[in-house]
């Protein structure tokens, strides 16, 4: 079993910038794919960015070049950089772990943390 905790969300302007953190507990984080997912309200949860285990990265068409995934194995950690935020990146965002299958369907994901809320205002 996997324990996903996010932080980092907040209230920020638009143009500002924020870095989510994801701390995982349990079993062996370095062997899985970790990935970043936002929902907004009324809204479905959308796939952001995934990094493998050795460092590879994808994202989503909504985030390329403004958004960077990254994770420290040592700290058990995976991290969102968010830049050029706009007030529709308000939304909640999820860590999720271990995939089987496309990045971008949630049922893909095994692992979910509880969400941080991110509030761009304009």
């Known amino acids: 079993q996997v324990q996903l905790v996010e932080s980092g969300g907040g209230l920020v302007q638009a143009g500002g910038s924020l870095r989510l953190s994801c701390a995982a507990s349990?079993?062996?984080?370095?062997?899985?794919?970790m990935g970043w997912f936002r929902q907004a309200p009324g809204k479905e949860r959308e796939f952001l960015a995934a990094i493998t285990w050795s460092g590879l990265s994808s994202y989503a068409d909504s985030v390329k070049g403004r958004f960077t995934i990254s994770r420290d194995n040592a700290k058990n950690t995976v991290y969102l950089q968010m830049n050029s935020l706009k007030p529709e990146d308000t939304a909640v965002y999820y860590c999720a772990g271990d995939v089987s299958g496309s990045y971008y369907y949630t049922s893909s994901w095994h692992y979910w943390g509880q969400g941080t809320q991110v509030t761009v205002s304009s």
């Open positions: 349990g079993r062996t984080f370095s062997r899985y794919v």
